[in-house]
C-alpha cells in the first residue's frame, strides 16, 4: 500500500485530506508538526505532503531536513501565493505545491501525479531497460551511471534530487543540444506545458548548477542560450 506521510498542524485540513486520500487506497501517517512528521519518516513513505506556516519548525525548515535523508517527494500545502515564497519551498527541496484553499480535485490529482513518477523512476525495470541503464554517460568531469542512478563530479558522488538528477540526465544525454523550457518540462515532469512552469524549471537548474559548476553564477557545463532554452556542455 502507498504510504504519504501528512505534516499538517490544521486537525480539520488533516482529517480531510486523510478521509480524501484514504477513500483512494492510500494509508496516511499524520504529524502535526515538523518534529513528529521527521520522526515518523521511513523508507516505507512514498509522500510527503507539509503546511509551510507550521508552529515549531516550518515546513520550509522540514523539507530541508528530510532532503538530507531522502528524495521522496514533497507537497507543499500553503496559504501564501507569491512567487518568492513557492520558489523557497521548490529550492527547500519541493517538488510541488498547492495554495490553500485549495479543491480536492486539485490535490488528489497532484498526489496521483507525483506518486506516479516517484513510482516510474524508483520502479522495477525490464530486463531490457536494465541492461540500456548499465552505461556510465560522463561529459567532461560531469559523470552519470543510470543503473545506480548516481552522479559524480570528479569522482566524487554528488547529492542530486529525483528532478534533478532527471534533468541533467536528459542534458547529458545530447551534449551540446539546446532544449526549450517546453522540452525540459514535458521530458522530466511528463506532464504538458505551461508557461508558468519556467519559474519552476529555472529553481531546479540554480539547484543544479550549484551542486556541479565550480562557479554556479558562470556555468561551464549547464549552459543558458537566451531565448531558446539551455545546454549542457
Avoid at 543540444?177 to 537548474?205: D, G
Wanted: charged fraction near 30%; charge should be negative; glycine fraction near 8%.
Amino acid at each position: 500500500m502507498t504510504r504519504i506521510l501528512l505534516i499538517e498542524d490544521d486537525a480539520d485540513i488533516r482529517e480531510g485530506v486523510r478521509l480524501l486520500l484514504s477513500a483512494e487506497g492510500y494509508e496516511i501517517i499524520e504529524a502535526d508538526c515538523g518534529a513528529k512528521g521527521l520522526e515518523q519518516l521511513d523508507e516505507s513513505i512514498d509522500l510527503v505532503i507539509l503546511d509551510v506556516m507550521m508552529p515549531g519548525i516550518s515546513g520550509i525548515k522540514t523539507c530541508e531536513e528530510i532532503r538530507k535523508v531522502s528524495y521522496v517527494p514533497g507537497l507543499f500545502l500553503t496559504a501564501k501565493s507569491s512567487e518568492t515564497d513557492k520558489v523557497m519551498g521548490l529550492m527547500a527541496g519541493g517538488d510541488d505545491y498547492i495554495i490553500k484553499p485549495f479543491s480536492y480535485a486539485e490535490l488528489l490529482g497532484r498526489v496521483k501525479a507525483l506518486l506516479r513518477r516517484y513510482h516510474v523512476y524508483s520502479g522495477k525495470k525490464t530486463v531490457e531497460e536494465t541492461a540500456a541503464e548499465q552505461t556510465i554517460i560522463q561529459v567532461g568531469d560531469i559523470k552519470i551511471n543510470e543503473l545506480m542512478k548516481g552522479v559524480w563530479k570528479n569522482n566524487r558522488p554528488i547529492r542530486v534530487t529525483e528532478i534533478e538528477y532527471k534533468i541533467l540526465l536528459l542534458l547529458m544525454k545530447h551534449p551540446g543540444k539546446v532544449f526549450s523550457a517546453q522540452q525540459v518540462y514535458e521530458n522530466v515532469w511528463k506532464e504538458p506545458y505551461l508557461y508558468a512552469s519556467n519559474s519552476t524549471i529555472m529553481v531546479h537548474i540554480r539547484n543544479l548548477r550549484i551542486k556541479i559548476e565550480n562557479v554556479p553564477e558562470s556555468p561551464e557545463h549547464i549552459k543558458t542560450v537566451w531565448g531558446k532554452g539551455y545546454r549542457f556542455e
